[in-house]
């Protein structure tokens, strides 16, 4: 397909209207973050809780970066300066931003107020901006979101008709690098302030090949006609890999291996068939879509959110599920105010 010719880009139905399915699968990825960032397992006693969301919280990062270029996929395929400039800058603004707005909060104010009074250093700035694992640990998803961003500007610019195909490939590739043992033993030759952005590369590129794919076949709009049969198959799938694994295990990071990102994909799927068109009521609407916004803003801040309130509220304290529900409301709240005072202004970008 020749995507530099503006009449043969396919549409998306799903991704013209807005899918509540998706917004509500935003809102379960992110309080798994949540979960597997400032949860201890041994906390959550309810059997449901633990098998929804402590249980599953590793597939957050697949699913996100699945989701991620799936939405992408027509800024990708444009090829257009003001596109790829205005993306770029949709992804550079919070991860420069956010390490140096609590850098300068934490060294003049928020360092009096926890046990942990150690201040930031210059080192740790410039790291945390080099590589997004210091003091925001988990901005190594947006490094790599960032540079595979590029990586897949730069393919799809050079090979064209077969930029999928390319893609694809090189996810094969990765698969070989997880399942070889080779990016295990790169990862752990890694310094501390880049083992996470560098190791996690090939983890995380086969999920958005996964993405980019599903966009490109037009995955979820045919799926769209066969809801329920979608629906069976793919609950069957994510509860089978969670007892019995298709594939050799793999002793990997944290996010590797083609079970994960398979258990994934049917994640979304479950969520895609969520009935949007049943909700006709406006209020109910616009309450449901404003309850799903913010979830990248969760996701930048919810650990600083962790550390300065855990000395404070017994349940962030002790790790608990109703903790980090806790951490997600005020890290929601926070996103909700700093958006309005943002307005339309690039700004925006921090919270939403």
Known sequence: MDYNRKKRIPKFPLRKKYNYGFGLLKVYLSLTVIISHCCKRETTKNKFIFLTFVKSRRIHVPAFFILSFYFMYENLIAIKFRKILGRLERLFIP?????????????????????NNRKYSIVNL?????????????????WDLIMITILFYVIIFIFKKYNLLFLQ?????????????????????LKPENKECLGRLAESFPNTVTGFSFASLKVFDILNNYKIKTLIFSSLTFILLEKYSL???????????????IRAVSLIFIFLLFPSDKITNTKAKRVLREFTNYTAGIFYLHNTVFLYFRDFIEPINRGTFFGCVIIYIITYLFCFIGSKIAGKSKFKNLFA
């Open 95 to 115: 991860y420069l931003g956010w390490p140096i707005v609590i850098y300068i909060l934490h060294n003049n104010l928020f360092y009096k107020f926890i046990k």
């Open 169 to 189: 490939l090189l996810a094969l590739f990765s698969y070989f690098l997880q399942y070889s043992g080779y990016n295990l033993r790169f990862y752990r030759t």
């Open 247 to 261: 594939f050799p295990k793999i002793n990997g990071i944290s996010y590797s291996g083609i079970d994960k990102n």
């Open 126 to 142: 410039k790291n945390q901006l080099l590589w997004g694992n210091i003091y925001i640990s988990q901005f190594w998803f947006q």
